[in-house]
């Protein structure tokens, strides 16, 4: 593996000088984008000796990178369409994920309960089916599999999930697939890319294209924090802009092709108490032909997702009122017991997928391969894609960028592990009991600290050693402690409250007042 000895500073400092570097310096690489896809391709190409600069115009994971379903997985629903290829490079992806960061790809047992012929259910109720699918998912996996399919009687199926509706209830089949935090897995990347040298910015837009003749030579972006402009240079520029990808394409073309077909998904967070689940449930989304995941998550459960066209604005979707209505009825129609109601609801979140176009399918049937494209002036454009297959996507877009470059090296991000894994003994357990001994702190906080951080948890414990206001919980009933503000602002470039309530944490979606109550504290901390 290929780690890095220490955390490197990472803050609004960092953040001046990396633009003061976009300014003067020339780039092998430029990309504009700090989602997953954006994030993926800096680490890339920076660990294959590249110079890179990467823009994000709002905070990194701003955009769909922080509102997907949660899962690192091969896609069992993209069997039904035949995508063997991208299932398997899925899945191989999601055993290099947990690998690199155990922390943010956790195995996560998934029940499907099937019911007698006629009932609703999330996939049929063929148990021949089912078992053939889960068989070749299986067989996907190969010998990077983490855990094979298996049957489980309706008594089992009810231990698993004690309030599922039982009327019916033939039994399940149990499978595997893993659960990780999103956002958090953006800044991982992004925070590897600077730690090698990528010259990172957030708050920072590409508001033109620099062309010499007819050739793209940089980007033009302000710096929405200083309210400056500067020309950043660079040979090659990635337009990792997601749902922005169009947008982007236009400032190199305005008679560019439109190629996106945003589609629209929303997830509910709901109390885990309520389902009292002990692995993710499918269920049936009522009145519709497609299921939502119910995901333990965080303490919480996630319920969704949904898949609808969209042409609102991209900034900010919204889950409509009718959306969660929807999501809400089916969780109370399958967990009848649990007696779910509007009630329960502690926060919801949309996300736009970037489906490529393609005329007259739903957009469920629309492939999630990603699709890369170049343009007349050398602007290598890069939409769709899956969180779970980041990191193939970047090597395809870096060895694109840099087929003309003889020194540039093979991709070596299967062996850069995230996080500062590589210090973590490998028995977490012993690692967590040992740090709360020896900083005298409760073993739960050590554990919430070891998952939202990874190997770098101990410079959380450090900071709180700095005061007993540090190791002051920021809400009762969250585990998160102040001193988790001071440390996105020093080591995650966290420029607002949003920044660390929304991404580098996720109190917003888990706190029923999303964080409001600490608004105001989180940003004095964070000015420390
Ligand atoms: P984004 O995350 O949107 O990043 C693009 C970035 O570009 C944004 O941050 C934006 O602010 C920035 N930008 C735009 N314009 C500019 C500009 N002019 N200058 C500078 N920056 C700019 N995948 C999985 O593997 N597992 C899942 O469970 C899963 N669930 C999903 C559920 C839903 C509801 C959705 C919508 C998607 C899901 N996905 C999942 C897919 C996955 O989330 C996306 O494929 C992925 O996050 C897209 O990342 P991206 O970096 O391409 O886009």
């Known amino acids: 593996m290929l780690g890095l000895p220490v955390i490197s500073e990472f803050s609004l400092g960092t953040r001046a000088a990396a633009l003061e570097r976009m300014g003067r310096e020339t780039f092998d690489l430029a990309v504009i984008g700090g989602g997953i896809t954006g994030a993926g391709i800096a680490l890339d190409a920076v660990s294959r000796g590249l110079s890179v600069a990467l823009i994000e115009k709002s905070d990194f994971a701003s955009g769909t990178s922080s509102r997907s379903s949660k899962l690192i997985h091969g896609g069992l629903r993209y069997l039904e369409h035949f995508e063997f290829s991208l299932v398997r490079e899925a899945l191989h992806e999601r055993a290099t994920l947990t690998r690199l960061a155990p922390h943010l790809s956790q195995p996560l047992a998934f029940l499907v309960p099937l019911y007698k012929a006629g009932m609703p259910s999330a996939l049929g109720n063929s148990r021949l089916k089912l078992s053939v699918g889960l068989w070749l998912y299986d067989l996907l ?22 309030r599922l509706e039982s009327r019916g209830l033939r039994g399940g089949f149990v499978y595997y697939d893993c659960l990780t ?4 897995l953006v800044i991982e990347v992004i925070k590897a890319a600077a730690a090698r040298g990528a010259a990172i910015a957030n708050y920072a837009v590409a508001r033109g294209v620099i062309k010499e003749g007819s050739s793209m030579s940089g980007i033009e972006l302000a710096d929405r924090l200083a309210g400056e402009t500067v020309s950043l240079r660079a040979k090659v520029v990635v337009n990792a802009a997601g749902v ?23 997830h509910v967070v709901m109390p885990s ?19 939502l995941f119910v995901i333990p998550w965080c303490g919480r459960t996630v319920v969704g997702t949904t898949d609808s066209d969209y042409l609102g604005e991209l900034d900010e979707p919204l889950a409509e009122q009718t959306e969660v209505a929807r999501v809400v009825a089916s969780a109370a129609s399958s967990f009848p017991e649990a007696e779910i109601s509007d009630e329960d609801v ?11 176009s393609a005329n007259g ?17 050398g602007l290598i454009t890069i939409i769709g894609g899956k969180l779970t297959t980041y990191r193939h996507m970047a090597e395809r877009v870096v060895d694109l960028a840099a087929r003309n470059n003889a ?3 093979h991709s070596e991000t299967s062996r850069i592990p995230l996080a500062g894994v590589e210090r973590l003994s490998s028995s977490i357990e012993a690692e967590a009991s040992n740090a709360a001994a020896e900083f005298e702190v409760p073993l739960e906080l050590v554990t919430h600290l070891i998952s939202s951080y990874g190997g770098n948890f101990r410079a959380v414990l450090e900071i709180a050693g700095e005061s007993a206001e540090l190791r002051e919980r920021l809400i009762e009933g969250l585990p998160h402690i102040a ?23 996720r109190i917003s979606l888990l706190a029923r007042d999303h964080g409001a109550s600490i608004e105001s504290r989180v940003t004095e901390l964070m000015q420390r």
């Open 407 to 409: 020194k540039v090296r």
């Open 244 to 266: 922005w990808s169009d947008e982007v394409s236009r400032l190199d073309n305005a008679a560019a092709p439109l190629r996106l077909r945003p589609s629209k998904g929303i």
């Open 181 to 184: 935090n999103d956002s958090r």
């Open 483 to 505: 001193a988790e503000a001071v440390y996105a602002a020093r080591y995650e470039m966290a420029a607002t409250a949003a920044d660390f309530l929304v991404r580098r944490t």
């Open 273 to 291: 108490d309520k389902f009292d689940n002990q692995t993710a449930v499918l269920i049936p989304s009522l009145g519709e032909k497609r299921f």
């Open 361 to 377: 399918e739903s957009t469920a049937e629309v492939s999630r391969k990603e699709e890369i494209f170049e343009s007349e002036s």
């Open 346 to 356: 502690i926060s919801a979140f949309a996300g736009l997928r970037p489906l490529v």
């Open 141 to 162: 996996a190969g010998r990077e599999n983490i855990g094979r399919h298996r049957w489980v009687s309706r008594e089992e199926a009810l231990r698993l999930a004690p």
